[in-house]
């Protein structure tokens, strides 16, 4: 089993920024695929990013291209979301996630793709 802990959500401003962080433990997560999706208020969880297990590929929904960087340290079993100018419409909780097992060229954005769950962190964007 692994157990995911997500951290660093806040409230923040339009234009801010923000970085999460989602720690392991429990098994290492080297060889994991790992994602980041969020969950807003009525709408159903959505795909943010993934990285693959040495983090040479990584994948972005088109809404936070160029905003968002998805990032890992295997040596301390944790994954990383950088979030920059962010805006209200990303205001959600965010989830990470990881996959025991996959393609390294296979961008994986379901929620059934993914084997393990943390529990959230929210990020509020104020206008």
């Known amino acids: 089993q692994v157990q995911l802990v997500e951290s660093g959500g806040g409230l923040v401003q339009a234009g801010g920024s923000l970085r999460l962080s989602c720690a392991a433990s429990g098994r290492t997560i080297s060889t994991y695929i790992m994602g980041w999706f969020r969950q807003a208020p009525g709408k159903e969880r959505e795909f943010v990013a993934t990285?693959?297990?040495?983090?040479?590929?990584?994948y972005y929904v088109d809404s936070v291209k160029g905003r968002f960087t998805i990032s890992r340290d295997n040596a301390k079993n944790t994954v990383y979301l950088q979030m920059n100018s962010l805006k209200p419409e990303d205001t959600a909780v965010y989830y990470c996630a990881a996959k025991v097992s996959g393609s390294r060229t296979y961008s994986y954005r379901l929620v059934r793709d993914y084997d393990y769950w943390g529990q959230g962190t929210q990020v509020t964007v104020s206008s």
């Open positions: 990285i693959s297990w040495r983090g040479v590929n990584r």
